[in-house]
């Protein structure tokens, strides 16, 4: 069950996991999963906590190695990869971290400003400084890029954390749990402002999430994950018709 | 219990190790060397003025009270140059930046750690040990030493209004007599050996900061064992490097 992922158009996949083993102090986390995600598509990995959902995207940046088989972006396994290769490979990832992660010592203006001084050698500070600022009106904090992280709410923050992961304009965004610890409302609108980057920029998404309904929204395919396994992979619609009483559990709107 | 302390130390040393070379390698994050010069420099300076011009007053008040029973209160202001020089400002100076910058790095770092900071600034192809761990470590070296002169200068204030107070002793014949008979082995490799401490705080506190996965209350370890160890570590190694100084200037050993 846990092979079962999209092989079709893997030449044309961003990213390729390969029957990937990743396990923590003895305890398997993910168990030869395999599944790949074509360019411009929005995949939703869904499953209960501690499943290995945030392990898979940490596997695809490269903050974590597989214990065994291939974790593949833009076709570059990501275990081979020299720091100068794994860093044009980063320069087209962004990374929305479930706490959104903002450098706490440093202003929202500094925080989007980080990834263009390090992984985008050909910008002058003034183009920096414009293309923080027009990150940070693209998420409706364009008044707020003077403030510290701790001076912002939690939506706010996580607003900032997706300005943070797309200030290089990324060609891959990952997502780990976008809707965590947010109301309805405001968890609305990070999922509206994931649409538009999909929509405008045609970005390869992958997200995290516990929320069916926002993934619903977003994804054009899900990956269900249980027990360190792929329970199932496709589209919404095809998963809808599976008569699986364990999936339906994840998937079920309810 | 001893193969776990003896595999701790092995960590830390490895660690302190990395530390010490790559603060040869490039890029040396300039930016953020100036922002740990200042935090741990400027940030530690009142309270090193402040603990030395005390340490200076109750110091000649108990030095006074024993000599003046064999009328040789004329000696007070080398005693206090002395004792300055030598111990009280290098170790005093150790312990109080142990406090205040091993519990500050240890508990920032941790936060850091648990907030999936430090995996943010990795997602840029930045290296996090560089840029958090390397530039505290050479900051703190730097910084311990220049702190000393200035506890040392405090303590000598100290100890002069304390016996101006007392004696209307002037500020010159203090001073002279303070200076007397004092050479510069006296001041200058007790002053230098804390860079070790300071080498050895920035070390330790980064060790347990940087290493820590366990949450709030990997914080709250993070912290305590900074201090503790530090502390303990840099009065044990406070025994050793005088016992270097007297091998290297025989004459401080009288």
Known sequence: ?254 | MLKSAFESIGRVTSFGAKALRDAWLPPFEGEYLLKEFYEIGVGSFLLVVAAGFALGVVMTLHTRSTLVQFGATAEIPVFQSLAFFNEIGPLVTGLLVAGRVGAGNGAQLANMRATEQIDAIEAFSVSSFKLLVVTRVIACTIMLPLLTIFMDVAGILGGFISEHVASHLSWTLYLQRAFDGVALANFVPPTLKTAVFGYLIATISCFYGYTTNEGSDGVRKAATNSVVISSLVIILADVILVKCIFFLFPDQAI
Do not use: Y
């Not at chain 1, 599944?35 to 940046?61: D, N, P, Q, W, Y």
């Open chain 1, 1 to 254: 069950m846990s092979d079962n992922g999209s092989r079709g158009g893997q030449d044309n996949a961003a990213i390729a996991f390969e029957r990937v083993d990743k396990g923590f102090n003895g305890r398997k986390v993910l168990d030869k999963v395999s599944f790949s995600v074509a360019r411009g598509e929005a995949l939703c990995i869904l499953g209960r906590s501690g499943t290995g959902k945030s392990v898979t995207l940490k596997l695809m940046i490269g903050l974590l190695k597989a214990d065994g088989g291939r974790v593949l972006v833009e076709g570059e396994d990501m275990a081979t990869l020299d720091e100068d290769r794994l860093a044009k490979i980063r320069r087209k990832m962004g990374f929305l971290f479930q706490s959104a992660a903002l450098f706490d010592s440093f202003s929202l203006n500094q925080n989007l400003a980080l990834p263009l001084h390090r992984l985008d050698r050909t910008k002058s500070r003034d183009e920096i400084k414009h293309a923080v600022a027009e990150t940070l009106r693209q998420v409706g904090l364009e008044k707020d890029g003077e403030k510290m992280p701790v001076e912002l709410s939690g939506g706010m923050q996580k607003r900032a954390g997706l300005a943070r992961a797309l200030v290089l304009k990324p060609e891959i965004l990952l997502v780990d749990e976008p809707s965590s610890g947010l109301d309805r409302i405001t968890a609305g609108e990070i999922d509206d402002l994931l649409m538009k980057v999909k929509t405008e920029w045609h970005t390869t998404m992958v997200i995290v999430t516990h929320d069916i309904h926002g993934a619903r929204k977003i994804g054009d395919k899900f990956a269900v994950l249980d027990e360190g396994r792929l329970l199932a992979f496709g589209t919404p619609e095809e998963l809808d018709d599976k008569q699986d009483n364990r999936l339906r559990q994840f998937i079920s709107e309810r």
